[in-house]
């Protein structure tokens, strides 16, 4: 090989810098990509708008960060944020709040008094109400959050959004059904026909609920249509549901609304029931396919997904 001039080499560097973008040599330089630079490439490639007004944006840390790893979670809880740092990631890409709240911010969100409105609403305050004394919680947390440097990123809005729908895929994957899955439509699935309470020995086992689970229907009804609802459910999506399905399995919804409806539904000779395990426990596999999808639009670093788990247990 022949040896390059000190002055070929200067044109061809400045050629180079020339055609490549700034970004491009900056990440080339540092070998890193900003957790800006990955919201930015969610956004492109989710598909469809962005919504203006949305809970998804950066609720921690600084976006200029440079991304080490990507963690996926429901909900990032102190535990998941400690499994994080383990694994040496510190961008958290998140379903749920941060911050107990939808304010999602690192105090208490103020409370929001009801005085003499018209029909029953809150009558505006004269003058702003004060800010809640800081909570050792939310202290604690955000502390934790500042220590290690870490970056949250919510993915909420949007991601339930993209079609097909990522929760109920990451549900039907989780228990095993995905070839019985259409793949426009994993929010329905029809199974080799079983008993209710057979099938919810099945969804325990495969989610690990610990004691977040609760049933509507007869244990011996025989089940083969499932429709999945993920998350939080309003009556609508109940009524939309039921009529094609034998049983709904859903994370949460109002006890007066569709689980009423379902029990007087079996009070009336109707053979349907309802599966309830949990808002954070039916949206978790939903954030397991997107740690997937994520390694095929960052592949500069590593995705992976963090279980919340369920949060409650169940008395002996």
Same mark, same amino acid.
């Given at each position: 090989?022949?040896? %390059?001039? =000190?002055?070929?080499?200067? #044109?061809? $560097? +400045?050629?180079? &810098? @020339? ?5 491009? %040599?900056? =990440?080339?330089?540092?070998? #890193?990509? $900003? +957790?800006?630079? &990955? @919201? ?19 609720? @921690? ?256």
């Amino acid at each position: 090989m022949q040896p %390059i001039s =000190r002055r070929k080499f200067v #044109a061809l $560097t +400045a050629a180079g &810098v @020339a055609a490549a973008p700034l970004a491009g %040599i900056a =990440r080339s330089i540092s070998g #890193a990509i $900003t +957790a800006q630079e &990955v @919201a930015d490439r969610i956004k492109k490639n989710l598909g469809g708008d962005w919504k203006p007004e949305t809970v998804d944006t950066f609720k @921690a840390g600084d976006p200029s960060t440079a991304v080490t790893g990507i963690v996926t979670t429901a909900l990032p809880s102190l535990d998941v944020l400690g499994r994080a740092v383990k694994e040496g990631a510190n961008l958290i890409v998140t379903c749920e709040p941060t911050f107990f709240a939808k304010a999602d911010t690192p105090a208490p969100p103020v409370r929001r008094g009801f005085g003499p409105g018209a029909a029953g609403r809150a009558a505006p305050p004269e003058t702003p109400p004060s800010p809640p004394p800081s909570d050792p919680v939310f202290s604690a947390k955000d502390a934790f959050l500042r220590k290690h440097n870490l970056v949250v990123w919510r993915l909420s809005d949007h991601w339930r959004l993209r079609t097909p729908d990522p929760f109920s895929q990451g549900l039907v994957n989780t228990l095993g059904w995905s070839k019985l899955a259409g793949a426009d439509d994993p929010g329905h699935v029809s199974i080799a026909e079983t008993s209710l309470d057979v099938l919810v020995s099945h969804v325990k086992k495969s989610l690990k609920s610990r004691g977040g689970m609760r049933i509507v229907g007869d244990p011996q009804l025989r089940v083969r249509k499932v429709a999945f609802l993920p998350g939080s459910t309003p009556i609508q999506a109940s009524l939309a549901a039921l009529p094609d399905a034998d049983v709904i399995i859903a994370g949460e919804v109002r006890e007066w609304e569709s689980v009423e409806y379902v029990r007087d539904t079996v009070a009336l000779g109707g053979k349907k029931a309802l599966i309830l395990v949990g808002r954070i426990v039916s949206e978790d596999p939903g954030m397991q396919v997107c740690a997937q999808w994520l390694k095929t639009i960052v592949p500069e670093v590593a995705s992976m997904w963090v279980p919340v788990s369920d949060p409650y247990w169940r008395p002996i």
